[in-house]
């Protein structure tokens, strides 16, 4: 699988691209001119629409009063509403929540997918039945996997505590304890990223010329030398990439909250989004909920830029 | 001794294997399982493998528990037109960044990059008053147009209109074909794996969509299918598992069909994301 596509191909000089050398005159070459931006307008008005004016206008809105009752009575507030949200106990709970869940999944989903990628990246036909089978949670509906899941937790029926009891271990209550409700959500969404994840590592061990092993095993490298001095340095990229997608889309996790837990028990599996949909939708809380809205546009747009400052060093170096 | 040794770590090795698979698909199959069986059976503790007496009936009960035709109607329109409008703004815009030399051209392809990096879960609420200025809440509208670009469509056809060599677009040119006709009648079919590949991408990724269609729906003519699966849970007070199940089996089962028969193209369509 090719790696780093998007910054090597920026920095290439476009393959017959057109200069505006047309030999006809005057309104052709106006045509001419303008065609491609032609061409990118229609992506660029829902980009515009639906991407970049919104973000705009959530800003827009958090220093208002306002709420999806009645649109047209809104109250300048100043910053008051991120006063409240950071004063607000409930949402320095779902902060926390956010970001112990968003700590363990990834550091789980990537930690086990590294193993598993290692040991499953093989040619046999086998070998690419497995890597299927753990990829196949990956696209399946997370509404779906919500209720399996709660299914398979259900504290007096489900599959879990029978197995739990055959083993002659107390049953769980899963998602009805405070204690243990977030790590059952964090279990189920480890279980639904370590397949792709998987994927992703073997596309990168793929892609590690085969020349740097043969040249480590001639000079006698041991397992875990090469492990630490070839394999891992050259999947950083992987590495990296993962930690970014995998980090954003925790900081998104709703589905699960919202068939599984409402939030609960006492707020113990309240997170970001849920949270601002509480506030906005719920409670018409619109302020409040803008507010939190762009807190997490904070925490995404950092890690973003993050992302892209690392894959243009990446360029550099290549 | 070598050679016991081996098998030995041969036998291990596959025992792991079919562990290491069972954890993932296992779920699935109890899904399946819970599916066919009746209530009493479901209510079994400790449960049983195989279902007693087959019930095919709860897929019935489930189908009639709401309107799933139009859920089903629904969920098509909605994958299959974000796809299509997609598509049509995702191709000249592809083209756009991959032939023409432009002013603005890499801020505005810098543009697109970032739209790939923000999930709609942020930006719901003034996406929702936005479409309720419009009047397009609660309609397939409002499920459809937020998605009408899809960034990551355009930077994989970018990809693979550069791969187009040059000497097949001055050909077409010197036969005076325009612009607009080389590139739906000559690059796009060129570029089919990949529109294949962000065809099934796109379809299973709207398909699956739970989030946007619960904010902006609110009623059931213009539901699509995981709300609907996703009210079974409510059906007549306590949890009927076998008809949950039932009705998520309704869910699942097109998209696992198609990854049964598309298996290299969706995994390549999913991991491709991005790099």
């Known amino acids: 699988m090719r790696k780093a596509v998007a910054m090597r191909e920026i920095a290439a000089p476009e393959p017959g691209a057109i200069a505006g050398a047309g030999a006809k005159a005057g309104m052709s070459d106006l045509l001419h001119t303008l065609r491609p931006y032609l061409y990118i307008t229609p992506a660029l008005a829902f980009f515009g629409a639906f991407f970049f004016f919104p973000i705009a206008y959530v800003i827009y809105l958090s220093f208002f009063d306002w709420s999806l009752l009645n649109l047209e009575e809104i109250e300048w507030v100043g910053l008051a509403n991120f006063g409240e949200v950071l004063r607000d106990s409930d949402f320095r709970q779902v902060l926390g929540n956010t970001i112990m869940y968003t700590f363990s999944t990834v550091l789980l989903g990537i930690g086990i997918a590294f193993f598993l990628a290692l040991w499953l990246n093989r040619q046999a036909k086998i070998f690419g039945f497995i890597q299927a089978a753990v990829f196949s949670p990956h696209i399946i509906s997370l509404v779906s996997v919500a209720m399996l899941w709660m299914w398979l937790m259900d504290p007096q029926y489900g599959l879990l505590n029978a197995i739990l009891e055959f083993f002659g271990l107390p049953a769980y209550s899963w998602l009805a304890d405070t204690n243990s409700a977030l790590l059952s959500l964090i279990l189920v969404s480890v279980w639904k990223v370590v397949g792709y994840n998987t994927i992703v590592f073997i596309a990168g061990l793929q892609s590690i010329p085969k020349d740097i092993y043969e040249a480590a095993s001639l000079d006698r490298f041991p397992w875990w030398r090469t492990l630490t001095r070839i394999t891992i340095p050259m999947l950083s990229p992987t590495i990296f990439f993962l930690l970014v997608i995998n980090t954003i889309s925790s900081f998104q996790v709703f589905d699960t909250i919202y068939i599984m837990t409402q939030g609960g028990p006492v707020n113990s599996t309240n997170m970001l989004v849920f949270y601002i949909y509480e506030q906005g939708i719920d409670f018409y809380n619109g302020g409040i909920a803008s507010a939190a809205s762009v807190i997490l546009l904070g925490m995404i747009g950092v890690l973003t830029m993050l992302h892209f400052r690392l894959m243009e060093k990446r360029v550099h170096y290549r | ?275």
């Open chain 2, 1 to 275: 001794m070598r050679q016991a040794g081996t098998t030995a770590w041969k036998t291990i090795e596959g025992i792991l294997l079919i562990a290491v698979a069972l954890v993932f698909v296992f779920p699935f199959l109890w899904m399946f399982l819970t599916a066919f069986k009746t209530m009493p059976e479901v209510y079994q503790f400790p449960p049983t493998w195989l279902p007693e007496s087959w019930q095919f009936q709860n897929f019935q009960t489930a189908w009639r528990s709401g309107p799933f035709l139009t859920y089903v109607w629904n969920s098509f329109l909605v994958a299959g037109g974000i796809l299509v409008l997609q598509l049509l703004t995702g191709v000249p815009a592809a083209y756009a960044f991959a032939r023409y030399r432009f002013r603005g051209k890499e801020a505005l392809f810098a543009l697109t990059l970032i739209a790939l990096m923000i999930p709609a879960q942020v930006i719901f609420l003034p996406v929702y008053v936005e479409l309720s200025h419009w009047g397009l809440v609660n309609t397939l509208w409002a499920l459809i147009l937020p998605y009408g670009a899809s960034a990551f469509g355009i930077f994989l056809l970018r990809q693979s209109f550069m791969q187009v060599p040059d000497e097949v677009i001055e050909a077409a040119r010197l036969d005076n074909a325009s612009e607009w006709k080389i590139m739906w009648t000559i690059m796009v079919p060129m570029a089919k794996p990949v529109l294949v590949t962000f065809g099934l991408f796109s379809f299973i990724y709207h398909w699956n969509d739970y989030f946007w269609p619960l904010i902006m729906t609110n009623s059931q003519e213009v539901r699509t299918l995981p709300i609907g699966i996703s009210m079974l849970k409510a059906v007549e007070g306590g949890k009927q598992w076998n008809v949950i199940m039932a009705g998520n089996m309704i869910l699942v089962f097109p998209i696992l069909l198609i990854f049964f028969f598309a298996q290299r193209h969706i995994i390549r369509a999913f991991v491709y994301q991005s790099k």
